[in-house]
């Protein structure tokens, strides 16, 4: 009655921004991701039939408030499955920057719900851990698999077919990510907030939600392809349509920082110096670099001494949900 999971984060290269139904979390558009194996969480579940609650220890730290609140509602659904009505211990290790705008959800809820099942005895294929994780956190119904994944909007009202499906595996391309990390702290608007605010009052989410299904005919074939210049093209398109619509949202707002910008301009100015560079960015500050292993040297290198950047994470294709 005790496991233990590790999930990857992932970078979306076309975004999920957007749901169609709040409660079980359907997106209003397909998305997809690589997995990054530079970012992850370590999660342990341990049944207690004497607890009362649950207990959800983060990085050493209990747990209160919204988050906590987050934790045990999903671990209801999995009661639920289980047909079982016993609380858990819940300790988990986040090799994250939480809140930040590098999906630390996806990578939390993605070993919670792994290790979660197991310990309640119950097994799933892979396709049943994604639908079940998407509706603790979308992102993280992607994290489920290595390498490149979709994660289907599906078109059921009970979501039953909204779920991730792997498109390449972690083999399959040595694409590489820089995490360009400028700022670590808690964002002033959470992804959920920020995804309702935009649904609702944006004039620019129905363009933006138009133009997904040529973005992600057109990355896939890229993948398939490993066709830098395509895939990193789309995916940088793909995010400034994406965070065009916050600021015509009511209120307007950014999660961009006065660095964000320089960050992107340098990456252009790379490519402009023959170097094949491509930006994307989450909801959040912080930048993430598609490149080549053949050009890491350089791409660190300039990155670092961008002035306002603290660190840079460099990241190759990860694997999927693992048990340890």
């Known amino acids: 009655m005790k496991a233990t999971a590790k999930a990857h984060t992932n970078i979306a290269l076309i975004k999920y921004w957007g749901k169609r ?38 990085d050493g730290q209990p747990v209160v408030g919204e988050q906590y609140k987050r934790v045990t509602t999903f671990l209801d659904l999995i009661r639920k499955l289980a047909g079982k009505n016993i609380y858990a211990d819940v300790r988990s290790i986040n ?16 070993a919670l719900a792994a290790a979660g099942t197991k310990a309640m005895g119950i097994h ?26 979709e994660w289907r909007m599906g078109k059921e009202n009970d979501g039953s077919d909204s779920y991730a499906v792997p ?15 400028l700022s670590s702290t808690m964002k002033k608007v959470s992804s ?25 005919e057109e990355i896939k074939e890229g993948i398939k392809a490993r066709n830098m210049e395509k895939v990193g093209s789309i995916a940088e398109a793909n995010c400034l349509r994406m965070h065009a619509t916050t600021l015509g949202a009511n209120p307007p707002f950014t999660y961009w920082h006065d660095t964000t910008l320089t960050v992107m301009q340098t990456v252009k100015q790379l490519r402009e110096q023959g170097v094949p560079a491509y930006f994307t960015i989450d909801a959040g500050p912080n930048v993430k670099v598609l490149y080549l292993p053949e050009n890491e040297k350089t791409v660190e290198k300039v990155l670092r001494e961008i002035p306002g950047v603290t660190d840079v994470r460099l990241s190759k294709s990860g694997q999927g949900v693992t048990y340890i």
């Open 124 to 149: 799933l294929s892979e396709q049943e851990l994604s639908r079940l994780t998407r509706q603790g956190s979308g992102s993280a119904c992607r994290s489920i698999y290595g390498g490149f994944a």
């Open 167 to 181: 498109i390449a595996p972690v083999e399959h391309w040595d694409l590489r990510v820089a995490a360009v990390i």
């Open 192 to 216: 959920r907030e920020g995804m309702k605010r935009t649904v609702e009052s944006s004039p620019f989410f129905d363009g933006w939600v138009n133009s997904i299904p040529k973005d992600l």
């Open 21 to 58: 139904n709040e409660e079980i979390i359907l997106p209003t558009n397909n998305s997809l991701s690589l997995t990054l194996d530079g970012f992850y969480t370590e999660t342990t579940v341990a049944l207690h039939e004497d607890y009362t609650e649950d207990h959800f220890i983060l």
């Open 95 to 110: 090799n994250v920057p939480t809140a930040a705008g590098f999906a630390s959800s996806a990578s939390g809820f993605a």
